[in-house]
């Protein structure tokens, strides 16, 4: 028999929630000045209702631009904004109802916890019974309760940023926007926070856009990563999709370790790199001849000599530079002949017999490379 009361369903994929907003950015362009390139260059996104999405790219690429057109906060150049497939591009800032989430707490330092968590209640006119009501469970939600009527100065950083996360969750929004809102915290604190927010994503089924410069931090965290550069997103996909094939250069680069190999792609099954000719699978695609060919460092695999390596395998050979121990496994730097700079993950006890200065030959399966674009 079914038991129709149980609220703990099965988990739903993203699109199935119904309690988060769907968010259409639509060729979004924000210009700061006429003589500078635009912070933000024709951004077009469809986030989910209830999806994790995480803007990532280094500083100064037009991630918090972005959040804050989408918040309220800056207007756009050009370009528009849709909340449930509606236009919300004019709307002001408190009337779209998005939580926000800040790098600096941004709390009220004269204000107990309890009175900053209600503090978008007042704003909203909200009776006092049900405010308090509210401010204790968003309190439980965050796990400070008990903590309401100390002030910002008498908590630690993790916990004025939980404070800060129940403030924007508590007058129930369908998005909560986050920027940066780990990069003040030390290492741990920070992991333990990433594991916070997830379960709050989980619980809530708000849908959560999410700005961070950390690679891992989006990995872990994200159903989707938007990878900007210079204002543009160039390259969209689950944190899986965008490791395992990327389709550029900078993506390779700067999401996870590569060895990026600078060759030629000369015919349908020949990568020519350095006088060596490997198998590629993959046809050239329009420019094909300057696409690079990478392989992550856990697909590399490291042999004493050309005998060893499986047929089949593509080979480069190479000098250890470096060898690291991490507990399960080495991590080996790679010197390639062309001067090119890679490294190698492997368990332990493959590669006792190798330290820096050891000649070595690469290998990997043709399957386990991808062909990029600049
Ligand atoms: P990110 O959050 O990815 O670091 P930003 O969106 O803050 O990037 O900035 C994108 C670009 O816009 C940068 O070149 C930055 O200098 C510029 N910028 C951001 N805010 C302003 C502003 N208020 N006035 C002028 N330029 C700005
Ligand atoms: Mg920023």
Same mark, same amino acid.
């Given at each position: 028999?079914?038991?129709?009361?149980?609220?703990?369903?099965?988990?739903?994929?993203?699109?199935?929630?119904?309690?988060?907003?769907?968010?259409?950015?639509?060729?979004?362009?924000?210009?700061?000045?006429?003589?500078?390139?635009?912070?933000?260059?024709?951004?077009?996104?469809?986030?989910?209702?209830?999806?994790?999405?995480?803007?990532?790219?280094?500083?100064?690429?037009?991630?918090?631009?972005?959040?804050?057109?989408?918040?309220?906060?800056?207007?756009?150049?050009?370009?528009?904004?849709?909340?449930?497939?509606?236009?919300? %591009?004019?709307?002001?800032?408190?009337?779209?109802?998005?939580?926000?989430?800040?790098?600096?707490?941004?709390?009220?330092?004269?204000?107990?916890?309890?009175?900053?968590?209600?503090?978008?209640?007042?704003?909203?006119?909200?009776?006092?019974?049900?405010?308090?009501?509210?401010?204790?469970?968003?309190?439980?939600?965050?796990?400070?309760?008990?903590?309401?009527?100390?002030?910002?100065?008498?908590? %630690?950083?993790?916990?004025?940023?939980?404070?800060?996360?129940?403030?924007?969750?508590?007058?129930?929004?369908?998005?909560?926007?986050?920027?940066?809102?780990?990069?003040?915290?030390?290492?741990?604190?920070?992991? %333990?926070?990433?594991?916070?927010?997830?379960?709050?994503?989980?619980?809530?089924?708000?849908?959560?856009?999410?700005?961070?410069?950390?690679?891992?931090?989006?990995?872990?965290?994200?159903?989707?990563?938007?990878?900007?550069?210079?204002?543009?997103?160039?390259?969209?996909?689950?944190?899986?999709?965008?490791?395992?094939?990327?389709?550029?250069?900078?993506?390779?680069?700067?999401?996870?370790?590569?060895?990026?190999?600078?060759?030629?792609?000369?015919?349908?099954?020949?990568?020519?790199?350095?006088?060596?000719?490997?198998?590629?699978?993959?046809?050239?695609?329009?420019?094909?001849?300057?696409?690079?060919?990478?392989?992550?460092?856990?697909?590399?695999?490291?042999?004493?000599?050309?005998?060893?390596?499986?047929?089949?395998?593509?080979?480069?050979?190479?000098?250890?530079?470096?060898? %690291?121990?991490?507990?399960?496994?080495?991590?080996?730097?790679?010197?390639?002949?062309?001067?090119?700079?890679?490294?190698?993950?492997?368990?332990?006890?493959?590669?006792?017999?190798?330290?820096?200065?050891?000649?070595?030959?690469?290998?990997?399966?043709?399957?386990?490379?991808?062909?990029?674009?600049?």
């Amino acid at each position: 028999m079914s038991t129709p009361t149980d609220q703990r369903a099965a988990p739903q994929t993203p699109a199935m929630r119904a309690g988060g907003g769907r968010v259409e950015l639509v060729d979004l362009c924000k210009r700061y000045g006429t003589a500078e390139p635009p912070a933000v260059d024709h951004v077009t996104l469809d986030i989910q209702p209830g999806e994790f999405i995480t803007l990532l790219g280094p500083s100064g690429s037009g991630k918090t631009t972005t959040l804050n057109m989408i918040v309220g906060f800056t207007e756009p150049t050009s370009g528009s904004i849709r909340l449930n497939g509606r236009d919300i %591009s004019r709307t002001p800032a408190h009337k779209r109802n998005f939580g926000m989430v800040f790098q600096n707490y941004a709390l009220f330092p004269h204000l107990t916890v309890a009175q900053n968590v209600a503090f978008p209640l007042r704003e909203r006119k909200v009776p006092a019974a049900e405010t308090a009501r509210l401010v204790g469970e968003a309190l439980q939600l965050v796990d400070l309760g008990g903590m309401d009527h100390r002030r910002p100065h008498e908590l %630690s950083g993790g916990q004025q940023q939980r404070v800060a996360l129940a403030r924007a969750v508590v007058f129930s929004p369908s998005v909560l926007l986050l920027d940066e809102p780990l990069s003040a915290l030390d290492r741990k604190l920070r992991q %333990s926070l990433q594991r916070e927010i997830k379960r709050l994503h989980d619980e809530l089924g708000l849908t959560f856009v999410f700005v961070t410069h950390d690679q891992d931090e989006a990995m872990t965290l994200s159903d989707r990563i938007a990878i900007f550069d210079r204002g543009r997103i160039v390259a969209l996909g689950s944190p899986a999709e965008l490791y395992h094939r990327p389709t550029t250069r900078f993506v390779a680069r700067f999401l996870g370790e590569s060895n990026v190999f600078a060759g030629r792609h000369r015919a349908a099954d020949v990568y020519e790199w350095h006088g060596h000719k490997w198998t590629v699978r993959e046809p050239a695609t329009g420019n094909g001849g300057e696409q690079a060919l990478v392989v992550r460092p856990e697909r590399m695999n490291i042999a004493l000599d050309e005998d060893s390596v499986p047929t089949g395998s593509n080979t480069a050979p190479a000098t250890v530079t470096d060898v %690291s121990f991490y507990g399960t496994y080495h991590r080996l730097e790679l010197a390639f002949d062309d001067d090119t700079v890679g490294c190698a993950v492997l368990p332990v006890g493959a590669v006792a017999t190798v330290g820096p200065g050891a000649r070595v030959v690469a290998h990997w399966r043709p399957e386990h490379q991808v062909l990029v674009s600049e």
